[in-house]
């Protein structure tokens, strides 16, 4: 995330260690750290061959990668740049506003810092996703209270639905980075009345939609998970469903591991190569 004295990011320094359990890391260089599986990922805004090396030898690791790339190159070449819907304009936290612009002055703001997370919410299968979560809320004469995000990434659409209305969302990340980030970005936007953010894994079981039933499920996510979730007799106790992440040559699989005669498909939509569903779930 960016603290004080870094306002926008520029250049990235990453180091894969071998190793997960990292001491307390008080560097003001330090942008945040990953843990997948027993690897550890640093991320700075200099570089930090001394520092790594130093902390390599305390906690017997070895660095299995680094690199030195840009920003713009961690987001796959998509520049972070402000964008608008039909009633929210989206701009990253070292943008400043302008208040002449007339075409954008009464819409929602959301206030949002990246970082360094996949699916940073100026991705267009966010876009995608964020497009319709919009259209839903405001235009299907649905009455949506409650909203589950699997997988919620910088918090964009968690945060969105707050402004559109909900009354209640849960935001669930299984990267802690994701969720410290997501976290931040709720307080930024005033909305942590309504936004929970949690850290939850996915791969090891559902959180408890039994109990919690929601009005509208948001899994904008990888295509295995997709189906491992739809599989999962336990995910279907939700009205709607929102499914994105995908690219059109997925859809056989996923449109395979649906339950069979319970899911209607409500909307189809599509921005570049990615695909999204809303589905509506009805026990038979």
Not at 87 to 109: M, N
Not at 171 to 185: G, R, S
Request: a negative charge; charged letters at 20%.
């Amino acid at each position: 995330m960016l603290k004080p004295p870094y306002t926008k990011y520029k250049r990235l320094y990453v180091y894969y260690l071998d190793h997960r359990n990292l001491p307390p890391i008080n560097d003001p260089d330090l942008i945040g750290i990953w843990i997948e599986d027993d690897t550890a990922i640093l991320f700075f805004h200099q570089a930090k061959e001394a520092f790594i090396q130093a902390l390599c030898q305390e906690i017997r690791a070895s660095v299995v990668y680094q690199a030195d790339l840009d920003y713009q190159d961690w987001e796959a070449g998509v520049k972070i740049t402000s964008f608008s819907t039909k009633t929210l304009r989206v701009r990253p936290v070292w943008e400043i506003s302008d208040a002449s612009d007339e075409q954008d002055k009464d819409k929602i703001e959301i206030v949002l810092d990246p970082s360094v997370i996949f699916g940073s919410g100026f991705h267009a299968t966010t876009w995608l996703c964020l497009e319709t979560l919009e259209l839903f809320l405001l235009e299907s004469g649905m009455q949506i209270n409650s909203v589950l995000d699997l997988g919620t990434g910088t918090g964009l659409l968690s945060i969105a639905a707050a402004k559109l209305g909900v009354n209640k969302v849960t935001a669930l990340d299984n990267n802690p980075l994701a969720v410290d980030v997501a976290q931040a970005n709720v307080e930024r936007n005033h909305c942590a009345d309504i936004v929970t953010v949690q850290q939850f894994d996915l791969m090891t079981g559902l959180p408890e939609m039994q109990e919690t039933s929601y009005d509208l499920v948001i899994t904008n996510l990888y295509k295995g998970l997709l189906i491992n979730l739809f599989n999962d007799q336990g995910f279907w106790h939700s009205g709607i469903y929102m499914v994105s992440g995908f690219l059109p040559g997925m859809e056989p699989d996923l449109l395979a591991a649906l339950p069979a005669n319970k899911v209607q498909m409500l909307h189809r939509g599509k921005s570049e190569q990615w695909r999204l569903w809303l589905l509506q779930y009805e026990e038979v």
